[in-house]
């Protein structure tokens, strides 16, 4: 029996990694004999880089600055395909994450996207070819600015200086000198992975639907607005390119940069991340396929990993099993999805805080209990 055990990640308790391994080993005590690939998905967020490296692809580090200057390690991934093309794998997150920021206002407004500017440098001269962008877990909202910075574009206020880093600075910008922006940006294909429709500014654009959640008060979301609006304006004049399409206010407006100076693409995270890693390779052959999340939600029946896998297995004539933290939709609304089973670590764990603390024991009960019961 050939099982692929291809979760996301139980945020706040485990990684994809880590949840295969716990599947992994539940599922063996009902299967011994079962050959039980582990095999970590993602929807294009974080999670991306993981998903890679559990592909194959060589796991870097390097010195980069944050979010709001401070120094850090950030990991990005790169590998050489027997066609010749070096393809690299960058998170926001990684770089640029909210998790090294304290989410208050004075931060929203000072957070910036430079270090992720320098994970790209780092790739290109690394000899990459292609690099996905996976966005997710983002602290700025500046619309990419800060990493063309660190890609060597000056933005310039109106007497010619430059205009300090962060979302909050970016409506002072009026021009851009290109002069020293890197020649390599035009001769490298950018794929960026984004699953929501908002456009770069506006009511439903990046600093008034994301930004409260970085810190922004209602003063702060505003200004941050106004700059993404004056950043889409230079941008237009600079290239030609209107930003202001869905799908660019993903991460704080990271993508409207590399729409603007780059050949781009915006991809669905789920597809992108299963091109990239193999996914349908994996698929061909197998007889059961095992996935979950922390949450199974509405959300997750938009498209997010564990369904989108599921519903490539169901094409495919193969049941799947969820097994998820928790499970917030119907049995009826899983089976549409070609899910044959389910199960829940709160069904097994003594309360929502020990199913956290404990989530690799809970996960690997559970995954026996619904084998055995399936």
């Given at each position: 029996m050939r099982i692929l055990i291809a979760p996301d990640k139980f945020k706040g308790s485990l990684t994809a990694a880590e949840a295969a391994a716990a599947i992994a080993e539940g599922a063996l005590r009902v299967y011994p004999d079962a050959v039980a690939t582990q095999f970590p998905i993602a929807d294009g967020g974080e999670g991306t880089l993981e998903a890679a490296v559990a592909a194959g692809y060589e796991e870097r580090l390097n010195a980069v600055t944050g979010p709001i200057l401070a120094p850090l390690g950030a990991a990005w991934a790169i590998r050489k395909s027997d066609g010749g093309t070096v393809t690299a794998v960058i998170e926001t997150a990684q770089a640029s994450g909210l998790a090294s920021m304290d989410p208050t206002p004075e931060n929203a407004l000072r957070a910036h996207s430079y270090?992720?500017?320098?994970?790209?440098?780092?790739?290109?001269?690394?000899?990459?070819?292609?690099?996905?962008?996976?966005?997710?877990?983002?602290?700025?909202?500046?619309?990419?600015?800060?990493?063309?910075?660190?890609?060597?574009l000056k933005p310039l206020d109106a007497v010619g200086n430059v205009v300090p880093?962060?979302?909050?600075?970016?409506?002072?910008?009026?021009?851009?000198?290109?002069?020293?922006?890197?020649?390599r940006l035009a001769a490298t294909t950018f794929r960026i992975a984004v699953d929501v429709r908002n456009p770069l500014y506006g009511p439903s654009g990046a600093a008034h639907v994301f930004a409260p959640q970085k810190g922004a008060?209602?003063?702060?979301?505003?200004l941050l607005d106004a700059g993404l609006r004056n950043w889409a304006s230079?941008?237009?004049?600079?290239?030609?390119?209107?930003?202001?399409?869905?799908?660019?206010?993903?991460?704080?407006?990271?993508?409207?940069?590399?729409?603007?100076?780059?050949?781009?693409?915006?991809?669905?995270?789920?597809?992108?991340?299963?091109?990239?890693?193999?996914?349908?390779?994996?698929?061909?052959?197998?007889?059961?396929?095992?996935?979950?999340?922390?949450?199974?939600?509405?959300?997750?029946?938009?498209?997010?990993a564990p369904i989108a896998l599921a519903d490539a297995a169901r094409e495919k004539g193969i049941p799947v099993i969820v097994v998820a933290g928790r499970i917030l939709v119907t049995l009826e609304d899983l089976a549409r999805h070609g899910v044959v089973a389910a199960a829940q670590l709160l069904d097994v764990a003594a309360s929502p805080a020990d199913a956290v603390a404990n989530a690799g024991k809970y996960l690997a009960w559970a995954t026996t209990q619904v084998l055995e019961g399936a």
């Open positions: 270090g992720c500017g320098q994970l790209i440098a780092a790739a290109l001269d690394a000899g990459a070819t292609e690099i996905i962008l996976g966005l997710g877990g983002s602290a700025m909202t500046d619309g990419g600015s800060g990493a063309l910075r660190a890609l060597g880093l962060g979302g909050g600075s970016q409506a002072e910008i009026v021009s851009l000198d290109t002069s020293a922006l890197d020649p008060d209602p003063d702060a979301v505003e230079v941008l237009r004049e600079a290239t030609g390119r209107d930003v202001n399409v869905p799908g660019a206010g993903a991460a704080g407006g990271f993508p409207a940069s590399f729409l603007a100076f780059t050949g781009a693409t915006l991809e669905g995270g789920f597809a992108l991340v299963a091109g990239l890693t193999g996914l349908a390779d994996q698929l061909a052959g197998t007889d059961l396929v095992i996935t979950g999340e922390g949450s199974m939600d509405s959300q997750s029946l938009t498209g997010k």
